[in-house]
């Protein structure tokens, strides 16, 4: 490059400078590859972990409204007992 004119030194560098930037995105692509699939199994498990959490929630909310119903009926069944212990 020594030998090269003004115009002709700068092309040189441009293509060095272009060469030595792909040569940097090569490397970097199979590292951001790597991540990118990491980053796709933690929000796949993520997401399993989110289904899980809902269907607790559910099954939890589903107990919860069997109890409220229990004591309904208990509580009809009391009211039921004092009615008919008043009416004899």
């Not at 959490?53 to 919860?64: C, D, G, R, T």
Request: aromatic share 4%; proline share 1%; with cysteine.
């Amino acid at each position: 490059m020594q030998n090269l004119r003004g115009g002709e030194a700068r092309a040189a560098s441009a293509i060095v400078n272009g060469s030595e930037k792909i040569k940097i995105y090569e490397d970097l692509m199979p590292r951001m590859k790597r991540n990118l699939e990491k980053e796709k199994r933690n929000l796949r498990f993520i997401k399993t972990m989110i289904a899980s959490e809902i269907e607790q929630k559910n099954q939890l909310e589903k107990v919860l409204r069997q109890c409220v119903d229990d004591v309904k009926t208990e509580i009809y069944k009391k009211k039921n007992e004092n009615k008919s212990v008043y009416c004899k």
